[in-house]
């Protein structure tokens, strides 16, 4: 009954033979999740938990995005709450969820704990994005389906491996300590579009935290709380295919296939827009436009009619009208309530068709315009194409530089790939300005 758990738990605590491509996609990540999380300190959602957490005067264990510090596990429910408000965060369709900014922030609290080098840091991170990888695959689409939010759910579980790995816990221990974020674990999709759903991946970094604090100090919890009877995934509509959750653990990093964003939006926007792209769809010109996209997407991303830049975030006809007009999707200030009231936008979007179509998996979408003179144009797009390592290094380190700046970001990206401590990379996650 405990094969999933107890697997995750001794891949967890053992030795781990990284790969040099999930090293750099690891430091990738770790940029690009500071990167958007300065960027988002000033969204209300950061300010809000911020000060709440600030107020209550804790103990400054570890650094928050913006300014201050605060205890371990209230430092990750701020900094995973931050560094999704913008929704601009890496994402991995393995189980549609984003794991870095459930995992990183509960990494680097407990790492800066512990006195951790950066190193160190770093590969807890990976164990702990592929396990929540993995967890998500064990739980499978209906999970999702059925309304849980991955990033929250499966993203405590990655959370919490990174913590007890970096607390040093034994893999007794840390699967008492995934017995006890399943209590914990939560998140729902009816939060897309509001400040709840950023708040549920603070909630996931937090319980990770948590639970591997009380696991330390000798808090008993059941082992079997994730496949037992009355477990995580039987009273979360979880298939528990535990082969596709542990096929290849310790071989293959499935982390290594994560997907970065290039648009400031939904990821399930993505193949659209950059199958725009390649199209001509300047508005003057633009009769129609069709969109074909997996029917997963449709209860995600398809508002009709959005009137706040929140919402914009999860719309097609929303940012493809944003697109044909001239708004730029990749900039943060192209998701405003004044663009979502653009006369120009609300007549385009208007004219934007979104279908379901069950032969396009969710990393794929069909656009098809019809332009005022009678031609007809047509792409489609892929998220999993192929992107090298050295397209994605640039593409990841480019986006950096224009949500943080030039010089900053080359400094986290040579400590990053130099060495470094916890403390060290943390000092980046303060904003003077």
Same mark, same amino acid.
């Given at each position: 009954?405990?094969?999933?758990?107890?697997?995750?738990?001794?891949?967890?605590?053992?030795?781990?033979?990284?790969?040099?491509?999930?090293? !750099?996609?690891?430091?990738?990540?770790?940029?690009?999740?500071?990167?958007?999380?300065?960027?988002?300190?000033?969204?209300?959602?950061?300010?809000?938990?911020?000060?709440?957490? +600030?107020?209550?005067?804790?103990?400054?264990?570890?650094?928050?995005?913006?300014?201050?510090?605060?205890?371990?596990?209230?430092?990750?429910?701020?900094?995973?709450?931050?560094?999704?408000?913008?929704?601009?965060?890496?994402?991995?369709?393995?189980?549609?969820?984003?794991? =870095? $900014?459930?995992?990183?922030?509960?990494?680097?609290?407990? *790492?800066?704990?512990?006195?951790?080098?950066? $190193?160190?840091?770093?590969?807890?991170? !990976?164990? &702990?994005?592929?396990?929540?990888?993995? $967890?998500?695959?064990?739980?499978?689409?209906?999970?999702?389906?059925?309304?849980?939010?991955?990033?929250?759910?499966?993203?405590?579980?990655?959370?919490?491996?990174?913590?007890?790995?970096?607390?040093?816990?034994?893999?007794?221990?840390?699967?008492?300590? +995934?017995?006890?974020?399943?209590?914990?674990?939560?998140?729902?999709?009816?939060?897309?579009?509001?400040?709840?759903?950023?708040?549920?991946?603070?909630?996931? /970094?937090?319980?990770?935290?948590?639970?591997?604090?009380?696991?330390?100090?000798?808090?008993?919890?059941?082992?079997?709380?994730?496949?037992?009877?009355?477990?995580?995934? /039987?009273?979360?509509? &979880?298939?528990?295919?535990?082969?596709?959750?542990?096929?290849?653990?310790?071989?293959?990093?499935?982390?290594?296939?994560?997907?970065?964003?290039?648009?400031?939006?939904?990821?399930?926007?993505?193949? %659209?827009?950059?199958?725009?792209?390649?199209?001509?769809?300047?508005?003057?010109?633009?009769?129609?436009?069709?969109?074909?996209?997996?029917?997963?997407?449709?209860?995600?991303?398809?508002?009709?009619?959005?009137?706040? &830049?929140?919402?914009?975030?999860?719309?097609?006809?929303?940012?493809? %009208?944003?697109?044909?007009?001239?708004?730029?999707?990749?900039?943060?200030?192209?998701?405003?309530?004044?663009?979502? %009231?653009?006369?120009?936008?609300?007549?385009?979007?208007?004219?934007?068709? $979104?279908?379901?179509?069950? =032969?396009?998996?969710?990393?794929?979408?069909?656009?098809?315009?019809?332009?005022?003179?009678?031609?007809?144009?047509?792409?489609?797009?892929?998220?999993?194409?192929?992107?090298?390592?050295?397209?994605?290094?640039?593409?990841?380190?480019?986006?950096?530089?224009?949500?943080?700046?030039?010089?900053?970001?080359?400094?986290?990206?040579?400590?990053?790939?130099? *060495?470094?401590?916890?403390?060290?990379?943390?000092?980046?996650?303060?904003?003077?300005?």
């Amino acid at each position: 009954m405990t094969q999933f758990s107890s697997s995750l738990a001794a891949f967890t605590a053992g030795p781990v033979t990284t790969t040099a491509a999930a090293r !750099l996609v690891t430091a990738l990540s770790a940029l690009d999740w500071i990167s958007v999380g300065r960027a988002g300190v000033k969204e209300p959602v950061s300010q809000i938990t911020r000060d709440m957490v +600030l107020g209550e005067a804790g103990a400054g264990q570890s650094t928050l995005f913006g300014s201050g510090a605060a205890p371990a596990r209230s430092a990750a429910l701020v900094n995973g709450t931050t560094s999704h408000a913008l929704d601009y965060d890496d994402t991995h369709f393995a189980h549609i969820g984003h794991p =870095s $900014v459930a995992v990183f922030p509960a990494a680097l609290a407990m *790492g800066q704990v512990h006195n951790k080098p950066l $190193v160190d840091v770093l590969e807890a991170a !990976l164990v &702990g994005m592929e396990v929540s990888v993995r $967890v998500g695959l064990w739980l499978g689409r209906d999970h999702y389906q059925t309304g849980f939010h991955q990033t929250a759910t499966a993203g405590a579980f990655g959370a919490a491996a990174a913590a007890a790995r970096l607390a040093g816990l034994n893999s007794e221990e840390i699967q008492m300590v +995934l017995g006890l974020t399943a209590t914990r674990a939560a998140g729902l999709k009816v939060q897309f579009g509001t400040m709840g759903k950023p708040y549920n991946a603070g909630l996931a /970094a937090s319980a990770g935290v948590e639970a591997t604090e009380l696991i330390k100090r000798g808090f008993v919890s059941q082992p079997e709380a994730l496949e037992g009877a009355f477990g995580f995934g /039987a009273t979360h509509h &979880g298939q528990q295919d535990v082969q596709a959750g542990l096929d290849g653990i310790g071989d293959e990093w499935l982390f290594e296939s994560v997907s970065h964003k290039f648009h400031a939006c939904c990821h399930g926007l993505h193949a %659209a827009l950059e199958a725009a792209r390649t199209l001509d769809i300047a508005e003057p010109e633009v009769a129609e436009i069709q969109v074909k996209t997996s029917p997963r997407w449709m209860s995600v991303c398809n508002q009709i009619a959005p009137t706040t &830049g929140l919402g914009a975030k999860f719309s097609y006809r929303t940012v493809l %009208a944003m697109r044909a007009i001239g708004y730029d999707t990749a900039k943060l200030e192209s998701y405003s309530d004044n663009v979502c %009231a653009d006369p120009r936008l609300i007549r385009l979007r208007d004219r934007i068709k $979104v279908e379901a179509d069950e =032969s396009l998996s969710e990393t794929e979408a069909k656009l098809t315009i019809l332009r005022r003179d009678g031609a007809r144009l047509e792409a489609h797009h892929d998220l999993q194409s192929p992107l090298s390592l050295s397209d994605r290094e640039d593409r990841v380190r480019r986006k950096a530089k224009l949500l943080i700046g030039n010089q900053m970001a080359d400094e986290i990206w040579a400590m990053l790939q130099s *060495g470094g401590s916890a403390h060290g990379l943390a000092k980046y996650l303060t904003v003077t300005s």
